[in-house]
Structures are given as C-alpha cells and as structure tokens.
Nanobody, 117 residues
C-alpha cells in the first residue's frame, strides 16, 4: 500500500490544520493507521493511531484535547485535525499504516507543519 500525506503548511500559534493521508494500492481494512512526527535531530514521535476496523484510539499526552484522528472509509483516507497549535507542534508529520500481522509499517512521505507567528 502507498500512502500520500497532505495538508501541512504554515500556521500561527492557536491556529488549525487538517492533515490527510490517502491509501492507494490497497485498503486500510484491519490496519492500524495513524500519525507520527519528527523534528531535526530527534526520533520520530508517536502522535495518534487507531484500528481501522474499530477500537481504541490512542493519542499522545502532548496533543490530547487538541488533535483528533478520524477517517473516511469510502475514500480510504485518515485525517488528523490539529487545533490550538503550538510552536512545539512544528515537525514533519508522517502517516503510517500497519497491516496484519502487525510486524511491518508503511510510511507516507511526510508533510511539514510549521507553527510560527
């Protein structure tokens, strides 16, 4: 499966952005899908994931109450709605998909999010 992420950009502190990640060459059925982020010199950091077939949504403590992960089943697309953005949210955001048996991860190309005044 190939993942195409989009929606990043420059936003002022307190603003919002919505990231999208569309799958091609397959569907997300039974996958664990979600988002990570990375800043220069740091390891990739977990943001949010959920099981496409239903189940618990996981969110990093740093984004709880501000970010929401969702999906469009018909479009095989996962979203990350980011509200009340802070400068420390600045990073390259990567979508990820982990198919059964959950031993391998697919990654999108990343989309830059910059929060700055």
């Amino acid at each position: 499966v190939q993942l195409q992420a989009s929606g990043g950009g420059l936003v002022q502190p307190g603003g919002s952005l919505k990231l999208s990640c569309a799958a091609s060459g397959g569907t997300f059925s039974n996958y664990i899908v979600g988002w990570f982020r990375q800043t220069p010199g740091k390891e990739r950091e977990f943001v949010s994931t959920f099981r496409w077939s239903g189940g618990t949504t996981r969110l990093a403590d740093s984004v709880k109450g501000r970010f929401t992960i969702s999906r469009d089943i018909a479009k095989n697309t996962v979203f990350l709605q980011m509200n009340s953005l802070k400068p420390e949210d600045t990073a390259v955001y990567y979508c990820t998909a982990r198919p059964p048996p959950y031993t391998k991860d697919y990654w999108g190309q990343g989309t830059q999010v910059t929060v700055s005044s």
